[in-house]
């Protein structure tokens, strides 16, 4: 994806945090948090750039992500096997 769709806004995303009584700011931080740690079996990291995600691995390649759904996509290609997400191996990491 190019930088500018990457930054563009897409509405609301079936993940977005519901909670209105923090900032959305805050809420994102937290949802980052629960994602790296989720990702951190297959050593990948998202940190957040301008309103989306920015997917790497540990070989240096990156993605710019914008829902959950394509990160996973991503995830997968990183890793080159899909991710199962009730893998007992995984589960018992998180």
């Known amino acids: 994806m190019c930088g500018v769709c990457g930054l563009l806004d897409n509405g609301p995303q ?4 519901l909670r209105q009584d923090i900032p959305q700011r805050q809420l994102r ?3 980052l948090a629960l994602l790296n740690r989720a ?3 297959w050593r990948l ?3 957040e750039f301008h309103n989306s995600w920015l997917l790497a691995s540990p070989t240096g390649q990156q993605v710019l992500v914008n ?6 996509q991503e995830a997968e290609k990183m890793i080159r ?8 191996n995984w589960l ?3």
């Open 39 to 41: 990702l951190k079996p």
């Open 29 to 31: 931080l937290q949802q």
């Open 45 to 47: 990291t998202l940190t």
């Open 67 to 72: 829902s959950l759904d394509v990160l996973w």
């Open 81 to 88: 096997r899909p991710v199962d997400p009730l893998d007992d």
């Open 92 to 94: 018992n990491v998180l």
């Open 14 to 17: 079936w993940s977005d945090p």
